[in-house]
């Protein structure tokens, strides 16, 4: 019976101390993340050196250091330990093993084996008997969609966990907090569709929707949270609400009058500097920014710190180059500034990232991720990618393969050519049109008079992503329209914005009808509001490449992003609709780029909306 009582206290995992009777001198804890009750001391051992003692040990003591040993990995955060504490318990007779197999699947998230954390959560789903368990479950499973990032996913489940914990009286520890993070990442319209069920849930969605309005506007802000309290009295809300409101009620934008910009105005890249420099200037007619000190990040570390002390600018944008902004990061200058890169993070610096250093680049990953987003919400199975054999195109298509794998058991196809001449057989060895032609000269060996026939091309294909630059598009669409067979219905074809060229369509667009490609909006037609920059642009410079037209766009949104960076990394939900898309602040400080879908159709381009429903990962794809 004490063993029993014993395991009864314990209850971490979800206030299972209705379950029994406690000692009168202890109180029962409602989760991991709470304040548990300290095991009594075993010469001052931390949960290892517990749970190794245990394994020493047979019967009620065996169990009893167990236990301890649990709760002291809990309160160390020790959640290996954890794990193999609670996988020894599941041999014990007299253990609540719902309850173990929640902490075990919690140990499980902690350390990012988000797989067999809910392949358990499943598993005990129909075992359920009690509240606790119940609101637990709902809470874990939750945040597994979370780590997902999967919030609206995740807050179905989070708000069902809140309403049996309000039903009866039971406190998640964590549930709270991340319920709030997750209503940060949504749109004001996520968040409109989720105002609605139970009084909790509306209550934490109107909160987060006021949050998302005033964030920055103190008065606004203070005003509106008042009137929610008064509305939800005693909501879980209210308790998040002092710390959220002390630290985001002033948070002002950068004001921004005075800039430093560090580009390129020397070397071979000074074209590109060019460019940059062009769309800077643009921008400032409808900002606050006064004054522009362009600075050349080719010059050497000592003379742009000389620079920048001498300006004492506001804020930074630049250099455009990675080793440059390797280089200007010594700049002390630079450490104590808010600063926009130009240019994507090194990984190494992922981890220490400076808290007012933006990293925004014209980063092609970012196209190869929403196509794949598409391809997965259309339900295509198999997609076929071609790529020139360059280290560029290679990485493009790993990457591509590596995403694909957390959300589908079927491999892409994979083509790369090394110049035109090899093209066409690089697409018939892959649409296996070269062994229907093996056969169709086979047939005709066998019969003297003419065998009419035609070719057919591979049934599982549902879609193809080219990644190829613009003429090679031009060249590969024509092999691939004259190789699927007529017999087969017509295989989507998809392309990145390499594959989009204003140049060249001005002259030839070639055969390029049907074919969907990602581009920036300001690169297509009727795609932005900004009609008279658009227009101004092409009088002053309409014969400018490509890259140097994206580079303007570029340099435009930098400059437009000062005063929205920190709502933007603040709300992840939060976008902001540029020239080079929709743009918003993911995980270290990194800009993201959504961009615009066109289509070629009846030789012009139109603007296309297209499925973009986030995935859901393989391992949870069987819920």
């Not at 914990?165 to 949504?186: C, E, H, M, V, Y």
């Not at 056969?439 to 193809?464: C, G, P, Y």
């Not at 140049?503 to 009609?531: C, H, S, V």
Request: proline fraction near 4%; aromatic fraction near 8%.
């Amino acid at each position: 019976m004490q063993l029993k009582k014993l395991s009864l206290i314990v209850a971490i995992l979800s206030g299972l101390s209705a379950c029994g009777t406690t000692p009168k001198n202890q109180q029962p804890v409602s989760n991991p993340q709470s304040q548990v009750q300290k095991a009594q001391p075993q010469e001052n051992l931390d949960a290892n050196a517990l749970y190794t003692l245990a394994l020493s040990k047979q019967g009620a003591s065996r169990i009893q250091l167990l236990y301890n040993a649990r709760e002291a990995a809990i309160i160390e955060r020790n959640w290996l330990v954890l794990e193999q504490v609670c996988f020894e318990l599941e041999t014990k007779a007299s253990v609540d093993h719902v309850q173990n197999k929640l902490y075990i699947a919690f140990a499980q998230k902690e350390q990012g084996k988000f797989e067999s954390a809910h392949t358990i959560l499943q598993s005990v789903d129909a075992q359920l008997k009690l509240a606790e368990h119940r609101g637990w479950h709902q809470y874990l499973t939750g945040s597994i969609f979370a780590s997902q990032k999967l919030p609206k996913k995740a807050l179905v489940h989070y708000f069902k966990s809140a309403d049996i914990a309000q039903q009866n009286k039971l406190t998640i520890a964590g549930l709270d907090n991340d319920i709030w993070s997750a209503l940060q990442q949504l749109s004001s319209y996520a968040l409109e569709r989720f105002d609605r069920g139970s009084v909790i849930q509306q209550g934490w969605v109107k909160l987060a929707k006021y949050h998302q309005v005033y964030l920055g506007s103190t008065v606004q802000l203070h005003q509106a949270m008042n009137n929610w309290q008064r509305r939800y009295k005693n909501h879980p809300g209210s308790f998040i609400i002092p710390n959220e409101v002390k630290s985001t009620i002033n948070l002002a934008p950068y004001q921004a009058t005075k800039l430093a910009i560090l580009l390129p105005q020397s070397g071979s890249s000074e074209r590109l500097g060019a460019a940059l420099k062009n769309g800077f200037l643009a921008a400032m007619d409808k900002s606050q920014v006064n004054e522009i000190y362009f600075i050349d990040e080719m010059d050497s570390a000592e003379l742009i710190e000389r620079e920048l002390q001498k300006v004492q600018a506001d804020f930074i944008i630049g250099p455009l180059l990675k080793s440059n902004i390797v280089k200007v990061k010594s700049s002390s200058f630079v450490a104590q500034s808010a600063a926009i890169f130009l240019n994507e993070i090194d990984p190494e610096d992922a981890e220490r990232i400076h808290t007012e250093h933006y990293y925004f680049a014209l980063n092609p990953e970012h196209e190869v991720e929403q196509a794949m987003v598409h391809f997965l919400a259309k339900g295509f199975q198999k997609p076929m990618l071609l790529a020139p054999n360059t280290p560029s195109g290679q990485r493009l298509i790993a990457h591509f393969n590596s995403q694909w794998q957390n959300f589908s058991e079927t491999e892409p196809e994979a083509g790369f050519y090394n110049n035109s001449e090899d093209m066409v057989e690089v697409i018939t060895q892959l649409l296996e049109v070269d062994r229907s032609q093996a056969r169709i000269k086979e047939v005709k060996s066998l019969f003297r008079s003419e065998v009419e026939s035609e070719t057919r091309s591979r049934r599982d294909i549902d879609a193809i992503y080219i990644l190829g630059d613009a003429i090679e598009t031009r060249l590969i669409k024509p092999y691939l329209d004259v190789n699927v067979s007529t017999f087969a219905e017509r295989i989507p074809l998809y392309a990145s914005s390499r594959s989009y060229s204003k140049q060249i369509d001005k002259t030839d667009k070639g055969d390029l009808e049907g074919l969907y490609f990602t581009e920036l909006p300001w690169m297509l037609p009727d795609a932005i509001n900004e009609r008279n920059l658009r227009d101004t642009y092409a009088r002053l410079w309409p014969e400018q490449a490509d890259i140097e037209q994206r580079l303007f766009a570029m340099a435009h949104d930098a400059l437009n992003l000062i005063p929205e960076l920190k709502q933007l990394s603040k709300i992840p939900g939060k976008e902001f609709d540029g020239l080079t898309g929709s743009l918003s602040i993911k995980e270290a400080n990194q800009i993201h780029r959504k961009l615009s879908w066109g289509q070629y159709h009846k030789n012009s381009i139109r603007l296309v909306s297209l499925d973009e429903r986030l995935p859901t990962p393989l391992f949870m794809q069987k819920e």
